[in-house]
């Protein structure tokens, strides 16, 4: 879609400018739009698929998707770093409000690279969701997230049993948990 507003960005220009100047004015809308998805990224609450052990985003076309009771099951994407961690935290925060989980788990795998800045509100919020007994999870994490979380200090503090290989993983562990 909006490869689509691009390209009609780029038309419109080259129309009422001339084609040098279209073009740049389509390169100047793209990169906004590139620089509005990074400092914006989404945060997914995920659920199951009835009967089948596919993992996706909760959806109204979806509307039979199951969640497990007492878990909650986030999967940012994109990079986190300065620019965008405020407002990742932001709807974490607003996410665990309005679900009220036991332990969240943030499904990483879709996290390309997370800055040093990002490591240090992951901590700080760790910390504030458990004087709310709320336990924070971590899953999927690609070997460089992996690496930065383990030199943060971040993966001490939350111990090997809360850093898990994928959201299914968590998912057994939680329900084992509760058995």
């Known amino acids: 879609m909006m490869e689509f507003r691009w390209a009609a960005i780029a038309c419109l220009g080259v129309l009422l400018f001339g084609t040098l100047e279209g073009i740049v004015v389509a390169i100047l809308a793209s990169l906004l739009g590139l620089a ?3 400092a914006q990224p989404p945060v997914y609450v995920i659920g199951r698929k009835p009967g089948e052990d596919v993992l996706r985003p909760l959806a109204a076309r979806h ?3 199951e969640t497990v009771p007492g878990l909650l099951i986030l999967r ?9 961690v405020q407002h990742v935290a932001a709807q974490i925060r607003e996410l665990i409000e309005t679900h009220q989980p036991e332990v969240v788990v943030l499904d990483m795998s879709r996290v390309q690279d997370v800055e040093y800045s990002a490591l240090m509100m992951l901590m700080e919020g760790e910390q504030q969701a458990h004087a709310r007994g709320v336990t924070l999870w971590l899953a999927g994490l690609n070997p460089g997230v992996l690496e930065n979380v383990r030199r943060s200090g971040l993966a001490s503090q939350l111990g090997e049993s809360r850093m898990l290989f994928n959201a299914r993983a968590a998912i057994r ?5 509760r058995e």
């Open 63 to 65: 509307p039979d998707d």
């Open 36 to 38: 509005s998805q990074t």
């Open 173 to 177: 562990q939680y329900q084992q948990g």
């Open 76 to 84: 940012p994407e994109g990079r986190l770093f300065f620019i965008n």
